[in-house]
């Protein structure tokens, strides 16, 4: 399985991420020794998925404390590089999650700043384990069938998490069970996640899948090619709005249409209490080019107008299940207005 961050201490105390901007053609990994540095990283997506965030905000704040260290920060302009790498994109609960975890106990030196950040890291494998099985049960029992077909968006697995995977993580355990026929991918535009990241992970794993263009989605689910629609999540608020990549509430929307499950799979990090539904949720706006571009060639007249929101909020009436490592929670039928709690 492949690891999208960690902390290595030799040759010098660092990050280590593998640069999935170059995935899948390309394995190279980023040796971050500095807070931009893991910025830059965070922002261009060379780590990316809501739990793997985690673990850049935790580890980022000793990767800060180190340069701090070495270049004679204030306590001032330390705090501001925290906020930095915090706020480095706003959607994931998660990385701010992870850098004030951390942050709460940088008074007690380094190495409880580390121990706290690995312990992130640590904690979101147990989680994403936990949560499959949880996931892989309620499927089979609310479908009823031995074997299932599952259309999933964006990438959840290993490389948005620190092991394992969210979403993916349930397929992962279908397929472990035997109870997994086919997984339809989409290919997720405009940074292609499902095609270039979760069909190179499926691939590795020797799961069975099919990558389909996002537009296709809706009619697999219409036409009665899936039994569930998997998704992850980059913040789940108190109500069960969930906030996941751009296209995930079309999926939400075929599913409730065509009478199949919608589920979303999320560590309990990525809960948000404090936020009471998704109309609250600040969704990250990204740049032009993105949109303009397919994999580096224009595709449209420059200077194009575009709207390039990279996540959308599906309700919680249209979410069937969340599954976390807590277990599984139905916010469709529920009336509590803080279901997640
Ligand atoms: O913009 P990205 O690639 O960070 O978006 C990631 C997603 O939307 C994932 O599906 C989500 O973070 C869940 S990760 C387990």
């Not at 993580?169 to 279908?174: F, K, M, Q, T, V």
């Not at 109870?179 to 979760?198: F, I, K, N």
């Not at 069975?208 to 996002?214: A, I, P, S, Y």
């Not at 979410?319 to 803080?338: H, L």
């Amino acid at each position: 399985m492949v690891v999208a961050i960690e902390w290595l201490n030799e040759p010098n105390p660092h990050i280590r991420l593998i640069d999935q901007t170059q995935l899948p053609h390309n394995e190279v990994y980023l040796e971050i020794t500095e807070v931009d540095e893991l910025v830059r990283a965070i922002q261009v997506l060379a780590v990316r998925g809501a739990p793997a965030l985690g673990a850049a905000g935790g580890l980022g704040v000793p990767l800060a404390m180190l340069q701090a260290e070495r270049e004679g920060w204030s306590a001032h302009e330390l705090e501001e590089n925290i906020r930095k790498i915090r706020d480095a994109r706003p959607t994931a609960v998660n990385l701010a999650w992870g850098a004030d975890r951390v942050d709460a106990v940088r008074e007690e030196g380094f190495a409880a700043a580390l121990a706290a950040a690995l312990l992130i890291v640590e904690e979101d494998e147990a989680a994403n384990r936990a949560l499959s099985r949880h996931g892989a049960d309620w499927i089979l029992a609310r479908t009823g069938k031995d074997r299932v077909r599952v259309v999933t968006h964006c990438n959840t697995g290993a490389l948005a998490t620190s092991a394992w995977g969210t979403a993916y993580g349930i397929i992962h355990e279908l397929h472990q069970r035997g109870a997994l026929e086919l997984v339809y991918v989409d290919e997720t535009r405009p940074l292609l996640q499902g095609s270039r990241l979760t069909s190179w992970e499926l691939t590795q794993d020797g799961i069975n899948h099919v990558v389909q263009v996002d537009g296709a989605a809706s009619s697999t689910i219409l036409r009665g090619l899936a039994d569930v629609a998997i998704i992850g999540a980059d913040r789940i608020t108190a109500n069960g709005d969930t906030a996941n990549k751009v296209g995930s509430v079309a999926l939400a929307l075929a599913c409730n249409y065509a009478g199949i499950p919608f589920m979303v799979a999320a560590p309990y990090s990525t809960v948000d209490l404090d936020t009471p539904s998704g109309d609250h949720i600040h969704i990250e706006e990204r740049g032009s080019e993105e949109v303009l571009n397919f994999a580096g060639a224009s595709v449209a007249l420059e200077g194009t107008p575009v709207f390039n929101p990279a996540f959308d909020v599906t309700p919680h009436d249209l979410v069937s299940a969340i599954a976390t490592e807590r277990g599984i929670v139905e916010p469709a039928s529920s009336p509590d207005p803080r279901v997640m709690a």
